[in-house]
């Protein structure tokens, strides 16, 4: 008990950090790239001017216009009136930033404008990456037994064989990571993007939770959006939740695998051992003391199969 207590709390330390990394991302990249963007915008706005000013505007003159207003669009700012409203560095946009980016996701709306906050993207992202697959490892650990393999022995118990039940296992949790991350959020994107069509909203979603993050559509970038701070948050909340359930996904797909004898077949690796208590400890090994280990032998010994797991399944 001791034990999967200090789980737990090591997995709320873990995400309690990525929130705090998230933060101190959020604010240096605002440090260092907000000055960038208003000095651009600024520059824009004295074009324009510029622009408007000239009584005659010859060719080399509008070809200058132009390519310095699409280099500016490629920064996220525009010279259209009101769309240049709201910053891409505020520390909402900052921090929805740095969440893309060690992610990997990246929709790319927003890049860095300076060559310090380049070279601070690379550095930033080679600690937050693996730091952020150790978080959703360790939430998929804890998730695993509540949601895969509990579920499975429950089938199992009510009568089913072990490859039906594990099939219809994998059905039930594909129809409701499909409705809970793809269905629900389409809609209410598409309620908020006045934009987007519902099949905008599935398309962000399959995109963002595949780590594609083409960009094409990208929440809170309309002008004057009503509470685009929270929005931006909720969309965080929503893009780790769902990368979470989609490696739940795979990690359940790959041990069904191994049930039904696929990847025998197809001769991959199977997946790793595990059962319901090598689940609930943490990923991170503080050692345990002989007496321990001896213990825990000894019961696996005397009681070989006590625990449901997928790698304990019959496979014949």
């Known amino acids: 008990m001791a034990l999967v ?3 737990w709390l090591l997995l709320v330390g873990f995400i309690l950090f990525y929130v705090i990394y998230l933060l101190f991302g959020a604010l240096i990249f605002s440090t260092i790239e907000r000055p960038m963007e208003d000095k651009l915008r600024h520059d824009m ?11 005659c505007v010859s060719a080399a003159s509008l070809e200058n216009f132009l390519f310095k207003v699409l280099a500016a669009n490629k920064y996220g700012v ?12 505020d520390l909402a946009s900052s921090m929805f930033f740095a969440n893309t980016l060690v992610t990997t996701v990246g929709y790319g709306q927003s890049t860095p404008l300076s060559d310090t906050g380049k070279a601070f993207s690379i550095f930033y992202a080679l600690l937050g990456v693996p730091f952020t697959m150790l978080v959703l490892t360790a939430c998929v650990q804890r998730l695993l037994y509540p949601l895969v393999l509990a579920p499975v ?13 594990t099939a219809v296992h994998f059905v039930l949790l594909l129809f409701l990571v499909v ?8 809609a209410i994107f598409t309620k908020l993007e006045e934009s987007w069509s519902f099949l905008d909203g599935v398309y962000f979603c399959f995109i963002s939770l595949c780590t594609i993050g083409l960009g094409d559509f990208v929440p809170g970038m309309q002008p004057e959006q009503k509470y685009r701070t929270l929005y931006l948050g909720a969309v965080m909340v929503y893009l780790f939740l769902g990368l979470m359930m989609m490696y739940l996904l795979l990690r359940t797909f790959h041990k069904m695998s191994d049930v039904h004898g696929l990847t025998t077949m197809l001769q991959l690796p199977r997946c790793e051992d595990s059962d319901p208590d090598e689940d609930r400890e943490p990923i991170v090994d503080h050692g345990e003391s002989p007496q321990r280990q001896t213990e825990k032998g000894a019961s696996n010994h005397l009681e070989p199969g006590s625990q449901v797991s997928y790698n304990t399944i019959n496979r014949g």
């Not at 525009?78 to 560095?89: D, E, G, P, V």
């Not at 809970?180 to 389409?186: E, K, R, Y």
């Open 5 to 7: 207590g200090r789980s």
């Open 45 to 55: 706005e004295v074009l324009k001017k510029e622009f408007l000013n000239q009584s």
């Open 78 to 89: 525009f010279l259209i009136r009101n769309a240049s409203a709201t910053s891409n560095w």
């Open 153 to 165: 022995s429950l089938l199992q118990r009510s009568g089913l064989e072990p490859r039906p039940a």
């Open 179 to 186: 409705l809970c991350f793809f269905v629900v959020p389409a």
